[in-house]
């Protein structure tokens, strides 16, 4: 079983930056897909970013595109989400998801493409 432990979260001014992380042990990391997704107070669970096994290959939900950007260190079994220019509205639930069979072409949006998933670290972003 692949254990998924989101850090980073926090209170900050809009505007202001923040960087997630998340560390996926119990595998081959370099052999996953790696995902953020969140919950904003009240609504339901959207896609944010993810991060294929090949760098290059990265997926970001319209409203981040940007500002937010996603990156992995392999030899830290760590995926990262930078966290640009943010708005009151990025305040979220954030969840870090993984997929034990990543592609080397594309990466899942949704759900119930990933098998594990942290406990989600929270963001505030303040006006």
């Known amino acids: 079983q692949v254990q998924v432990v989101e850090s980073g979260g926090g209170l900050v001014q809009a505007g202001g930056s923040l960087r997630l992380s998340c560390t996926a042990s119990?595998?081959?990391?370099?052999?996953?897909?790696m995902g953020w997704f969140r919950q904003p107070p009240g609504e339901e669970r959207e896609f944010v970013a993810a991060?294929?096994?090949?760098?290059?290959?990265?997926a970001y939900a319209d409203s981040v595109k940007g500002r937010f950007t996603i990156s992995r260190d392999n030899a830290k079994n760590t995926a990262y989400l930078q966290m640009d220019s943010l708005k009151t509205e990025d305040t979220a639930l954030y969840y870090c998801a993984q997929e034990t069979y990543g592609s080397d072409w594309y990466v899942g949006r949704v759900e119930h493409d990933y098998d594990n998933w942290g406990q989600g670290t929270q963001v505030t972003v303040s006006s």
């Open positions: 991060i294929g096994r090949k760098e290059e290959v990265t």
């Open positions: 119990g595998g081959t990391f370099s052999s996953f897909t």
